[in-house]
Nanobody
Framework: QLHLVESGGGLVQPGGSLRLSCAAS????????MGWFRQAPGKEREGVSC???????NCADSVKGRFTISRDDAKNTLYLQMNSLKPEDTAVYYC?????????????????WGRGTQVTVSS
């Protein structure tokens, strides 16, 4: 059974950094396209960054130059390094898996989801 568990969220001041982790079990992570998504209160879930099974990456314009997605195949774990955090980055962050080979940021492309981890950026 495919299972995704996020961790690493928390409260951070503006300009700070966090690294999110997503531990995958029940499937080999490198064979899937993996994505990070976020959902702020009252807003739709949106794609943040993703990495395809062919190691192509894609990310939202709002996080370019600040967020970096990576994965450790040996640990079957996906990461999101978030730097220069802003209050508008506050949201629940989810990792997700897709059988598509495309590095898509579309929610509809992903079939498997974790439960999310809260990130709050505030002074």
């Amino acid at each position: 059974q495919l299972h995704l568990v996020e961790s690493g969220g928390g409260l951070v001041q503006p300009g700070g950094s966090l690294r999110l982790s997503c531990a995958a079990s029940g499937f080999p992570l490198p064979y899937y396209t993996m994505g990070w998504f976020r959902q702020a209160p009252g807003k739709e879930r949106e794609g943040v960054s993703c990495i395809s099974s062919r190691s192509n990456t894609n990310c939202a314009d709002s996080v370019k130059g600040r967020f970096t997605i990576s994965r450790d195949d040996a640990k079957n774990t996906l990461y999101l390094q978030m730097n220069s955090l802003k209050p508008e980055d506050t949201a629940v962050y989810y990792c997700a898996a897709s059988l598509s080979v495309a590095a898509s940021l579309s929610v509809a492309s992903y079939s498997y989801w974790g439960r999310g981890t809260q990130v709050t950026v505030s002074s």
